[in-house]
């Protein structure tokens, strides 16, 4: 009877589940993602003296999860779209993860419009909420219509016709586009526009390489891999360019030039967005690494490497920037 060595049986070990380092990794950032906004509020407004809302945590947690839910079914599309456009593309797609971020952006909207229907502060039962007000104001009419877009886009999302999940979700965008900016601001409208172009831009950068990464995994190596990451990777360099624009922009209407340095380090608002730039900066390097991988190594799919480090810098990001906006805004001094 043939035995088998012992360097067979610890070959047959470990590759049997080639996932788990993955899986882990992945739990790892995702549980990182979720401590940045409910543990980020306390860290950012130390030694501030301002006030955060109720539950600002639990705001922050929620608005993170909802942009995440924004990038996902938009990367798709996006994805897709630059599939199309590659010459001898494989037929193999990954499975579409676009119903599950609409349910979970679904429950993400339900919480948050259950604060808006309590005054701002946060629900401890059912009699609490106040459904019929939130048709009375304009961030109730807002939260809802929230709501509802993410209930069509998860029907859509299962239709024959996923692809039409693209207008409730462009409806999300433009309802957080106007809360974001409410009529008491100076320039609301000039607000509203540059965060949704700064939105729209930062889900289609993220979740779009998300499904680049995906749909190469099916792929496997070859030619259309390779075009379909150099394609997304000139594209984001556009998307990267109207996200700093329009990010600077609004930060410098929020806090005018001459008072910037201060409320970086003095406001909870300044340091979340330093961080957050912070992080931008790292993803930036990261995507000129893939790109230069992806012009000069002799395997142009080696780009891939820096591309995943790339995705999990912008979970984080995501992750900050739903703490950014459960925070004070800074005072125009």
């Known amino acids: 009877m043939i035995r088998p060595t012992a360097g067979a049986a610890d070959a047959s070990g470990p590759e049997r589940r080639p996932g788990v380092g993955r899986a882990v990794a992945v739990l790892a950032l995702v549980v990182l993602a979720a401590l ?5 509020p306390s860290a950012a407004l130390h030694g501030t003296g301002e006030a955060a809302a109720p539950g600002v945590g639990g705001v922050a947690l ?11 079914p938009l990367g798709e599309l ?7 456009s590659v010459p001898g593309a494989p037929p193999a797609v ?25 005054g701002n502060l946060v629900p401890h039962s059912l009699t609490e909420i106040d459904v019929g007000g939130l048709y009375e104001s304009r961030d109730g009419k807002l939260a809802l219509l929230e ?23 462009a409806a999300v965008v433009v309802a957080e586009a106007l809360r974001a900016h409410p009529p008491t601001e100076h320039g609301p409208l000039v607000g509203s526009g540059l965060t949704l172009v700064h939105l ?15 749909t190469l995994r099916h792929w496997g190596p070859g030619a259309p891999g390779a075009a379909l990451l150099g394609l997304y990777a000139r594209v984001a360099a556009v998307l990267l360019a109207a996200i700093t624009a329009t990010g600077v922009w609004s930060s410098l209407r929020r806090m005018p030039p001459g008072t910037v340095l201060g409320q970086l380090t003095d406001t909870a608002y300044g340091r979340t967005l330093l961080a957050k730039v912070l992080l931008v900066a790292a993803v930036a390097a990261l995507a000129l690494w893939a790109r230069a991988r992806l012009r000069r190594a002799p395997d142009p799919l080696t780009a891939c490497v820096p591309a995943r480090a790339e995705v999990a ?21």
């Open 36 to 40: 940045i906004p409910l543990l980020g």
């Open 62 to 72: 929620l608005r993170a999860v909802l942009f995440a839910a924004l990038c996902v």
């Open 78 to 84: 996006f994805a897709a779209r630059l599939a199309r």
């Open 94 to 118: 990954p499975r579409s993860w676009a119903p599950f971020a609409a349910a979970a952006g679904f429950v993400a909207a339900l919480g948050l419009a259950s604060v808006v229907a309590t």
């Open 147 to 169: 709501v509802n877009a993410f209930l069509v886009a998860a029907l859509c999302a299962r239709s024959a016709r996923p692809a039409v999940q693209v207008w409730p979700l």
């Open 200 to 214: 729209t831009c930062a889900a289609l950068w993220a979740g779009g390489l998300l499904q680049v990464l995906r």
């Open 313 to 333: 810098a912008l979970g984080l990001v995501v992750a900050v920037s739903g703490l950014l906006t459960a925070l004070p805004v800074p005072i125009r001094w």
